[in-house]
């Protein structure tokens, strides 16, 4: 019998549904009582030492809801952010069926064409889990989605038209507008509003350019003045060398392909948003451009 749990529990990802396996009900309450189990919510039993582990409450809530529909933090672990921290795992459910401590469920009806399915998980489709999380993560989660390619902006308009009516939504539709041009990160969002704000035109979020060594995107480009935006921030481009390394060489191929390369740092746009439009403006006003005289702003 402990050799069959053992193989449950493998084979479920850690998680063992006690309504599945009756037979084995008597040993199940001998392995808790010997602390060989843990009784994670009413009959599913988790290993101890996974009880923290995210995955494994979340496969843990759909054994014991299985007509659930994860939604929020659980649902885009599970499908387009893997690294995101789920503290407590919230599910859609249809009946009235109380919460337990880590485990929020609300009653709500989940669109079918907003329902995915992957094994013995059940969770909203990522344009609708990134609608959701928008009232939590703001543009993080809309960002994110759209950059991972996991939904387009598209997808993510028609899961708000499907969501009408909910608290929240004013500030979602916001965020949603503000996503037009399609940005990647919170710093692309913020330099695109100022962008649009100063009436500054011409440019395009997110374009590929050839080069010798590859391809890249540009964070914003103005093609026909061939002028580059790269969004910096010190996490992504300075924290590890490498990647400062890798920041520095792109700037150079792209100097070398005749584009003035400007570099904006999230603490320009947040401090100092009008000097960091004057310096584009002054680039994009030059009449004689010369390539080497690109760099850092600042």
């Given at each position: ?38 009784h ?7 290993l101890?030492?996974?009880?923290q ?42 009946s ?12 709500r ?49 028609r ?6 009516g ?34 500054i ?21 103005f ?18 060398k ?24 999230w603490q ?11 310096r ?19």
């Amino acid at each position: 019998m402990k050799a069959e749990i053992a193989r449950v529990l493998t084979l479920q990802g850690g998680v063992l549904a006690r309504r599945e396996h009756p037979e084995l009900a008597r040993q199940l309450d001998w392995l808790v009582r010997r602390g060989e189990l843990a009784h994670i919510l009413p009959g599913v039993y988790v290993l101890p030492e996974l009880r923290q582990d995210a995955l494994v409450r979340i496969r843990a809530a759909m054994e014991w809801v299985p007509e659930g529909v994860l939604t929020g933090r659980a649902a885009a672990k599970v499908s387009f952010w893997e690294e995101l921290r789920v503290e407590s795992v919230t599910m859609a459910v249809r009946s009235g069926r109380a919460s337990r401590p880590g485990f929020q469920l609300s009653r709500r009806t989940i669109p079918a064409e907003q329902v995915r399915r992957r094994l013995r998980l059940c969770f909203t489709a990522p344009a609708l889990t990134a609608v959701d999380l928008a009232a939590d993560l703001g543009g993080d989660a809309i960002d994110r989605v759209l950059r991972t390619g996991f939904a387009t902006l598209e997808d993510l308009q028609r899961a708000m038209a499907q969501s009408p009516g909910r608290p929240g939504n004013k500030d979602r539709r916001t965020l949603l507008l503000d996503s037009r041009d399609r940005p990647w990160s919170a710093a692309e969002r913020r330099t695109h509003r100022l962008l649009r704000a100063a009436g500054i035109t011409g440019w395009q979020a997110n374009f590929w350019v050839e080069l010798p060594d590859g391809g890249v995107f540009l964070d914003v480009a103005f093609v026909r003045a061939r002028v580059a935006l790269e969004v910096d921030g010190w996490e992504f481009h300075g924290r590890i060398k490498a990647d400062f390394e890798r920041t520095w060489r792109r700037h150079n191929a792209l100097v070398a392909a005749g584009w003035r390369v400007l570099h904006i740092t999230w603490q320009q746009l947040v401090d100092e948003p009008d000097w960091v439009i004057a310096r584009i403006r002054d680039v994009l006003d030059s009449e004689n451009p010369d390539p080497n005289t690109s760099g850092r702003l600042g």
